[in-house]
């Protein structure tokens, strides 16, 4: 569950989030739309501490604080940014059990073959992700993002590079997610026919 209320947040003297009041339910789908530079991303780095807001009313995560839990906070929370982040140099299989290394979690090898088949990428997951192309490097990403079973996910433009039978694969994977309980964010330029709701953030306010 997501809770935020009175939200702001500025780069110098430019106002990027101003006052977002938000609040997502357990199993819940929200789209969030909006042109560029009306403040999605930043909202997403914010809610995975990657970004700090400047003040806020409310900011919570499963009841957790953003400032004050935010090490508790970063393990509940699956986050697919815009660009992936990934070692070209590394297989793809390597890069996800990297990433699994990282959060703790036991026979990572094994697990990370079993996420990259669930994605689609099992029969190139030990070639390096450097030859990759776009949408298997955003397979790859979305399999990082789930990989530690997160209550919270968070999915910035998740559909990019993806061809047809891509898009229904990782669709269907959120729908899965939300029946068992996800709260699910996914920034997109257009409306989700699948999602619960649809805000639209403009000029750093939901309207």
């Given at each position: 569950?997501?809770?935020?209320?009175?939200?702001?947040?500025?780069?110098?003297?430019?106002?990027?989030?101003?006052?977002?009041?938000?609040?997502?339910?357990?199993?819940?789908?929200?789209?969030?739309?909006?042109?560029?530079?009306?403040?999605?991303?930043?909202?997403?780095?914010?809610?995975?501490?990657?970004?700090?807001?400047?003040?806020?009313?409310?900011?919570?995560?499963?009841?957790?604080?953003?400032?004050?839990?935010?090490?508790?906070?970063?393990?509940?929370?699956?986050?697919?940014?815009?660009?992936?982040?990934?070692?070209?140099?590394?297989?793809?299989?390597?890069?996800?059990?990297?990433?699994?290394?990282?959060?703790?979690?036991?026979?990572?090898?094994?697990?990370?073959?079993?996420?990259?088949?669930?994605?689609?990428?099992?029969?190139?997951?030990?070639?390096?992700?450097?030859?990759?192309?776009r949408g298997m490097i955003q397979r790859l990403g979305f399999s990082m993002a789930i990989s530690h079973s997160p209550t919270t996910l968070l999915l910035d433009e998740p559909f990019t590079g993806l061809d047809p039978d891509g898009t229904k694969l990782i669709e269907d994977m959120i729908l899965k997610l939300k029946e068992?309980?996800?709260?699910?964010?996914?920034?997109?330029?257009?409306?989700?026919?699948?999602?619960?709701?649809?805000?639209?953030?403009?000029?750093?306010?939901?309207?």
């Amino acid at each position: 569950m997501l809770n935020l209320n009175a939200l702001f947040k500025s780069f110098g003297s430019k106002k990027v989030l101003r006052g977002v009041t938000l609040e997502i339910e357990s199993g819940e789908i929200v789209t969030l739309v909006g042109d560029n530079g009306s403040g999605k991303t930043t909202l997403l780095r914010i809610l995975t501490s990657l970004d700090h807001p400047d003040s806020y009313t409310v900011a919570e995560i499963d009841g957790f604080d953003l400032k004050s839990d935010s090490v508790e906070i970063r393990s509940r929370i699956g986050y697919l940014p815009h660009n992936p982040p990934y070692y070209p140099e590394l297989t793809g299989v390597e890069n996800l059990q990297l990433w699994l290394d990282l959060n703790s979690i036991n026979n990572s090898e094994e697990v990370a073959r079993n996420l990259l088949g669930q994605v689609g990428l099992i029969s190139v997951c030990d070639e390096l992700a450097g030859n990759y192309s776009r949408g298997m490097i955003q397979r790859l990403g979305f399999s990082m993002a789930i990989s530690h079973s997160p209550t919270t996910l968070l999915l910035d433009e998740p559909f990019t590079g993806l061809d047809p039978d891509g898009t229904k694969l990782i669709e269907d994977m959120i729908l899965k997610l939300k029946e068992e309980g996800c709260c699910i964010v996914i920034v997109s330029h257009d409306e989700l026919s699948y999602s619960d709701r649809a805000l639209n953030l403009e000029r750093g306010e939901i309207v």
